[in-house]
């Protein structure tokens, strides 16, 4: 169901969420998960305490739905981005690029979970990063199907097991992207998908030199 085509109460609700997690995502990332209070959420989203602890029992609740909420976008965005094109190549690309534009775009909530990890409760995190780990492996199953198919279409060589290349893209695109977080300005993710992409499809060794 579509947004409009919702109630209007239920439209005011989830617009009242989506408020009081934007303030708390503004707070979290400018003080930290551990410094930032209910009551501070409740002052900064301007909802009285009462109505905040309608939409969530405590900050652990409310701090595991704004980054599901996020992995959830993430997730669709990458999906919509291979599954704009049937070509194998293209799929890839539109994937490089998508994953680097959601960074860009998503910088506050992302710094917030990596700096934030360790740093919630075990039993929060635990079922954050076991989520989190799901929608990955969803994610690489279809990388490797884009892989697989290029292989059985004999647009790639064989070089390796589908799933593997998979996991390589993508540790290869995260492995930019967090260097990007640290330095953008140093390491800026690279505009051109190619770039990374050839690392995978032309490697490293000169065939005259073997």
């Known amino acids: 169901m579509q947004l409009q085509e919702l109630p209007r109460r239920e439209r005011e609700k989830l617009r009242q969420r989506q408020e009081m997690m934007q303030a708390a995502l503004s707070l979290f990332s400018e003080k930290g998960y551990h410094n930032v209070s209910m009551h501070e959420i409740a002052a900064k989203s ?3 305490i009462g109505t905040l602890y ?7 609740d409310l701090y595991k739905a704004l980054i599901m909420e996020q992995s959830d976008r993430f997730h669709r965005a990458l ?3 291979i599954e704009s094109s049937r070509d194998e190549m293209e799929q890839l690309r539109q994937y490089v690029k998508a994953k680097g534009e959601i960074f860009r775009v998503n910088v506050s909530v992302i710094r917030l979970y990596f700096a934030e990890t360790r740093g919630a409760s075990f ?3 635990a079922g954050v990063d076991q989520d989190i780990r799901k929608r990955r492996e969803n994610f690489l199953a279809k990388l490797t199907a884009i892989f697989a198919s290029g292989i059985q279409s004999k647009r ?3 070089i390796s097991e589908p799933y593997i290349l ?4 993508d540790s290869l695109c995260n492995a930019f992207l967090f260097l990007w977080l640290e330095s953008p300005e140093r390491f800026p993710y690279p505009e051109n998908p190619d770039q990374i992409l050839n690392i995978l499809f032309k490697g490293l060794l000169n065939d005259s030199h073997e």
Do not use: Q
């Open 46 to 48: 301007e909802f009285a």
């Open 166 to 169: 998979a996991v390589s893209l």
């Open 156 to 158: 790639f060589s064989p």
């Open 79 to 81: 999906s919509a981005a």
């Open 123 to 125: 039993n929060i995190m």
């Open 54 to 60: 309608k939409f969530f029992s405590n900050k652990e």
